[in-house]
C-alpha cells in the first residue's frame, strides 16, 4: 500500500492546481488567504512524496516523470496567472517555460534512448527559490485584499516582487545551463550513435 502513496501525493498535487487558480483570481472573500493555503498544501504534498519515496526506496517510471511535471504545472500555473494579474512580468514567465520545457524534452530524449539525465544539485535549490518567489506574492496578495496599506507601500516602494522574481528567473536560466552541460557528453553520444 505504502508503494502507491507517493505517485497517488503527486496526482494530488495536480488535482488541486485549478482549485488554487480558481481561489487565485477569485474576488470572494479569503480567497487569496485560501489560494496561499491550497498552494502551501501542494508544496507540502511535494514534500512527504519525495521524503517517502527515499524511506521506502520506492522508484517508479511514473513518479520519476509525473513528480517534476507535477511541479512545473503548479509552478507555471501560478506565475501565469501572476502575469494575468499584473504582478509579473511575461519575459520571466517565457524564460522559465522555455528552460522547463527543454529539460522535460531532455530527459523523454535520453530516457529513450537509454540514459538517465544527470540531475543538478542547484535545480533543488531552484525549485525552492520558485516556492518561495510565488509565497512571497501570495503574501502580497493577502495583504492588499486586507488593505494593509503599510506593508503594501513596503512593497512597492522596494520592489520586492520584482526583485524577487528577477532573482528566481536568473537562477531557473543558469540551473537549465547546468543541466545542460552535466549531460552535453551523454547527449552527444545518443547523436552520434543515431548517425
Keep these: 500500500m505504502i508503494k502507491f502513496i507517493p505517485n497517488v501525493l503527486t496526482v494530488f498535487r495536480i488535482v488541486l492546481v485549478p482549485f488554487f487558480i480558481y481561489c487565485l483570481v477569485g474576488d470572494f472573500e479569503n480567497s487569496k488567504l ?3 493555503i491550497l498552494f502551501a498544501i501542494a508544496a507540502m504534498s511535494d514534500f ?8 521506502y526506496g520506492i522508484i517508479t517510471r511514473f513518479g520519476t516523470f509525473m513528480d517534476p511535471l507535477a511541479d512545473k504545472i503548479l509552478v507555471l500555473s501560478a506565475m501565469f496567472t501572476f502575469v494575468i494579474l499584473g504582478y509579473i512580468p511575461l519575459w520571466m514567465v517565457i524564460i522559465i517555460i522555455m528552460r522547463d520545457s527543454f529539460i522535460t524534452i531532455l530527459r523523454i530524449f535520453m530516457e ?6 544527470i540531475t543538478s544539485k542547484i535545480g533543488k535549490i531552484k525549485t525552492a527559490i520558485q516556492m518561495m518567489a510565488i509565497n512571497v506574492i501570495l503574501f502580497y496578495m493577502i495583504i492588499l485584499s486586507y488593505n494593509l496599506n503599510e ?9 520586492i516582487i520584482y526583485i524577487f522574481m528577477f532573482v528566481t528567473t536568473m ?20 547523436l552520434m550513435n543515431r548517425e
Excluded at 512527504?48 to 524511506?55: E, P, S, T, V, Y
Excluded at 529513450?112 to 539525465?117: D, H, I, Q, W
Excluded at 537562477?171 to 545518443?190: Q, R, V
Aim: glycine content about 6%.
Design 34 to 36: 485560501y489560494a496561499a
Design 48 to 55: 512527504l512524496d519525495g521524503k517517502i519515496a527515499r524511506k
Design 112 to 117: 529513450r534512448n537509454g540514459k538517465t539525465m
Design 151 to 159: 506593508i503594501v507601500q513596503l512593497f512597492n516602494n522596494f520592489s
Design 171 to 190: 537562477i531557473t536560466f543558469i540551473t537549465g545551463l547546468d543541466y545542460f552541460l552535466k549531460n552535453h557528453k551523454a547527449l552527444k553520444m545518443i
